[in-house]
């Protein structure tokens, strides 16, 4: 019963929650210890209990990681998505796996929409784009002036890499 209070408050309350139920469960059972014998089921009820806490506190550093990463991720997307920039992301077969920036409404597209589609496809009657994209794909960084329509965009390319050096 407190290992599950200790879980349920610690993904409620966050890991000062957590540790809390550890500490009262943990006093409690020191308090007012169950009449086990000095045995071996003894000292396996009482290891339990210290693994029980442990494991308890485990999960809510986990749950408060989880949190912070979530409102960091959050707070970059909102940060992208107000920037006047276009932010492309491609896989090794040209597919978007990112487009943020307040940028592409000016090109009349959404970010969601363009996620899973081929770079390819999207630009296949502009076939600048289409060489600059075999060109970063293939492990180049450069810059150029690229025209989209009837506006002339100043573009920056640069490959992600492993810690290998191949491109990702």
């Known amino acids: 019963l407190g290992f599950a ?33 000095a045995d071996g089921f003894g000292r396996f009820m009482f290891g339990f209990v210290l693994i029980s806490g442990a494991f308890s506190w485990l999960v809510a550093r986990r749950y408060e990681i989880e949190a912070n990463l979530r409102a960091s991720q959050e707070r970059l997307s909102a940060v992208i998505s107000s920037l006047p920039i276009v932010l492309w992301g491609l896989n090794r077969d040209g597919q978007v796996t990112l487009a943020e920036g307040s940028g592409l409404e000016v090109l009349h597209l959404k970010p969601r929409e363009l996620l899973g589609r081929s770079a390819f496809e999207l630009y296949r009657g502009v076939p600048e784009i289409i060489a600059n994209t075999r060109r970063v794909l293939g492990g180049e960084t450069f810059t150029a002036v690229v025209a989209v329509g009837d506006a002339f965009v100043d573009t920056w390319y640069s490959p992600l890499r492993d810690h290998q050096g191949s491109v990702i």
């Open 5 to 37: 209070a200790a879980i349920l408050s610690s993904r409620l309350g966050g890991r000062p929650a957590g540790f809390l139920a550890v500490i009262i469960g943990v006093f409690g059972y020191a308090s007012f210890p169950l009449p086990l014998p």
